[in-house]
């Protein structure tokens, strides 16, 4: 069963996606990038969702801070915010998912994701 | 038999005819073909002459004179004159002219006379007259006199006229007017006509009063014009002639005219008033305001006795009033840049001395003139760092000549910083060459506290956006996701399956409103912010086309329409792919929302550059007054009642393709669909 790694600082979002999700794949849902971070040390997961707008350490910096260590897993990037490929310019995601988003959106794209 | 002329006599007149006729074999000249050259330049010179000149030439002084010399001689000597002896001419004033020729003749020495009386014979009369005269030598080629030439000037009108205006000066002179067209009392001679004439004709009013009740006895036609229109002023006391007069004081002296005239009556002194302003009767009834200079003379009679007023007047109305706009435009400048705190400067590129008035004294904290007459001392004002920006673009002002325009700080003497806003213009000579900088001061402090207001607004509104849309769209995409779950884990066999099931796909449709609304609002928000910034990038047309038709498959289901899309394959312009799918997606969902059932058709070809993309529907159509305005905000079709939203979309797609540099429209008829044209350059940038 693959392993997706959901960063949400949002619970009613980061519920929402685990039980949606916990059918079919392995859920860690994080609250917080900096546990995440944590977790990488000793963990591998096959996919990250990562919200962007987050207290203590936003998801820009999560991403930054994965390639410095490098740490090469697919990112899929959940934003409110429609002008964010200005703000990650530079840094390597594999997707982008506008909020709001539906279920079989958000499905399809996982499992595209982890296909490849 | 007329002789052919001489060539040194041809054009000079008819003395230069009488001269060629004349049998000079005869006379001590002799032949005029075997004359001296010396004798022929000088006929030739006095010949040409406008001024009464003639020769006497050889020993015996054979005298020749030109045309302008006849009326000296009158018609008693001429031509009768031409070629006698000098002496003979001139025999009665020999006596005065007879040891001048000698002079001339033996000495060689030239004589001017000035004004000597002489009585010359004229019409068999001998007349009194005045002549100034010179008498020069004319010499051969060897040096040796040979010639007298006289040139003559008749000063006689001159010298009376000079005589008659020294006894005008005179107080006890008698001048007796009575009447401006009859001069009956006016003593006879020429001395008295002459006057008259000079006064008749004078450029400036000129008038004279009678006795204690300033009786008009004489008004020349410039006064009569000023004061008396169509009015006979002659013959009328002051009162009765100008009787608009009565209450008008004249200013300075804030004596009533009428009394003015008195005052100089009784006390024998002149009275002279400069610019007084005057009302007088127009011959259409109304007043009219004149300014005057005049002076008031009291006339004398033999026993010294006061008799009346001469009154010369000057209207300088127009110089006045002139003189009044200039002040008036002076004064409203300086109220202008009074209510506009603007200050003046003025460089001297020359002398490089500074003249700041006022205002710009106060705005940098100078006392005095002294302390601000130079550029180094306005520097010093100058917060520090301020300083060389200030100095190298003044200096290539005065370089190039460019109009200077700079704002900067300066430092007040109770040490608060200024922001200061200096222009100026240069200004040159005819030739071009820079003279002076000229310009104005403004304290732009507030202006500039303004603007950091205005940009920290700015900067909280784009927070606003950002954090609007962050704030909105997380609770939203929280309740999207739990509507969805609980809708796919309803179980099928549970009891109200059916009924929540319904309840949750209703929730979802106002999920979804509820995120196009979010989305309307913050795009707007990003419109009027000038955030609304186009990222352009390849973009396949029919793809798009392709992905936003794929989107609506489920209402397209619904709602019981079918799209047909005709896109020329591989239209790709240069554009923000996600700004154009929303204009696709606005305009596809409003032709499902406004016309169901229908089919709907999507055009897109190529021409020269630019793309036309259509959409056409077969719903209720817009009508033609409507057309241009729902493309406005907040503006929907009036016969769309029961379709909800804010009415943003079509003015969000507008903004987005003008953003592109293109243009949308409507093409409609009520009862008969709408066409929506967009046209798109392929690449916006070269637009």
Redesign the interface.
Known sequence: MKHIFIIED?S??LD??T??LADNYQITPIMDAREALEKLSSERPNLILVDL?MPHLNGRDFIKQLSERQIDIPILV?T???SV?TQLKGLKVAGIIQ??????EIESRISQLLAS | MTQPLNPFLIGCGEQGKLIAAHDWGATPLGYIDQWSQSLKTSVSIILNSHQPMCIAWGAEQTFIYNDAYIPILSLSKHPWALARSFAEVWSEIWYIFGPLAEKVFKDGEPTFVNNVQLFIRRNDSLEKTYYSFSYSPIRDETGEVKGLLCSCVDVTAKLLLERRLKKLEKPSTKIKLDSAKAPKGIESGLYQENLFSIFMQAPIGICMFEGPEHVYVFANPTYMALFGGERELIGKSLRQALPELKGQKHTVSGCYYSELLSKVYRSGKPFIGKESSIFLLQADGSKKQFYLDFVCQPKFGINKKIEGILVVVIDVTAQVLVRKKIEEAEQRLKMALTSTHLGTWDWDIRSAKLTMDEKTRALHGFKDELQADSLKALIKKIYADDKKLFMSKFKNTVKIGKDFDHECRIVSPNGSIHWIHYMGKVLHNPKGKRLRIIGTVMDTTEKKKYEQDLKNAIAARDDFI?IA??E???????????I??AK?KLKPETHLAEKFNHLLDISSQQ?DRL?NLIDDL?DIAKIRSGKFDA?FKPTCLKTLNENVVKRFLGELETKKNIIYSKIDSEIIGNWDE?RIEQVLVNLVSNAIKYAPNKPIYINAKVKGGWVDYSIRDSGPGIAEEKQSIIFRRFERAANAQEIHGLGLGLYIVRKIVESHKGQIYVKSKEGKGSTFIVKLPIDPLLV
Do not use: N, V, W, Y
């Not at chain 1, 909020?99 to 079989?104: A, L, Q, S, V, Y």
């Not at chain 2, 939203?476 to 739990?482: D, R």
């Open positions: 949002d009613g979002i929402g996606l039980f949606l707008l959940m409110a915010s429609s490929e909020k709001p988003f539906g279920i079989e | 950002s849309s962050h909105l769209k997380t609770p939203i995409t929280s309740l999207k996701l739990q969805q779950i796919r999920i995120t913050l990222q996600s």
